[in-house]
C-alpha cells in the first residue's frame, strides 16, 4: 500500500512550498534562485519531492516532474529526469568527450534523444557541426554511447581508463563515489 504524504502549503517546507508556487506561476524566482531550492529539496526533502503529495486540498501533484520541467527550461542545454541530468558517455573505443573536451557532446540534449532511440549511427562530424556548431572534433565508435544520470548540481569528472581489446572507456566519478581523504 502506497503510504499517503498530505502537506499544506503552510506545513511543508519553505523550499518545497516556493518551488510549488513557482512552477504554477504563484512565485517568481530568479533562476538561481530556483535552481538552489530545487537542490536543496533534492537533497533534503526526497520523500516530498518523489512521490505524490497533496498540497493542496484534493489536489496531487509530482514535485519532482514539475520541477524537472522547469529545470529544463533554466536550463535547455540538458535533459533532466527525476532530479538527474543526462550525461552522454562512452563505453568502448575512443573517449567521446575526453577526446574532444567540448561540454556540448556530455550534455546536449539533441545526442541524448539520439542515445535515447539507439540511432547514434546519425553522429558524425558533420552533423556535429550543423547541429552543434562543433568543429575539430574526433568522432569514432558513436555506437558505443551510453547515457549516466548524475544527480542535479552534482560536480563531476569524466574519466577514461584503457582495457586490452577494447580501448578507452568513460566513467563518471562524483564526489560522492570519491574515499580518499587527505
Keep these: 500500500m502506497k503510504k499517503e504524504n498530505k502537506l499544506t502549503l503552510l506545513t511543508a ?7 510549488y508556487l513557482s512552477v504554477v506561476g504563484q512565485v517568481e524566482l530568479e ?3 530556483f535552481v538552489d531550492l530545487y537542490t536543496e529539496a533534492l537533497k533534503s526533502y526526497k520523500e ?3 512521490n505524490d503529495i497533496e498540497l493542496i486540498e484534493g489536489k496531487k501533484v509530482n514535485l519532482c516532474e514539475l520541477c ?5 527550461r533554466c536550463h535547455p542545454d540538458k535533459v533532466i529526469r527525476k532530479g538527474k541530468v543526462a550525461v552522454v558517455i562512452s563505453t568502448f573505443g575512443t573517449g567521446w ?3 574532444n573536451g567540448h561540454i556540448k557532446m556530455l550534455f546536449d540534449p539533441k545526442i541524448v534523444s539520439i542515445v535515447e532511440r539507439g540511432e547514434t549511427a546519425k553522429i558524425n562530424k558533420e552533423w556535429l557541426k550543423d547541429q552543434l556548431g562543433l568543429t ?3 568522432c569514432s565508435n558513436v555506437e558505443s554511447l551510453e ?5 542535479v548540481d552534482t560536480n563531476f569528472d569524466v574519466l577514461e581508463y584503457h582495457i586490452e581489446g577494447r580501448g578507452l572507456i568513460e566513467y563518471v566519478v562524483t564526489e560522492e563515489d570519491l574515499k580518499l581523504k587527505a
Excluded at 13 to 19: E, Q, R, V
Design 31 to 33: 533562476k538561481e534562485t
Design 48 to 50: 516530498y519531492v518523489f
Design 97 to 99: 568527450y575526453s577526446s
Design 68 to 72: 524537472d520541467e522547469m529545470y529544463d
Design 13 to 19: 517546507p519553505k523550499c518545497i512550498s516556493y518551488l
Design 136 to 138: 575539430d572534433v574526433y
Design 147 to 151: 547515457l549516466v544520470w548524475v544527480d
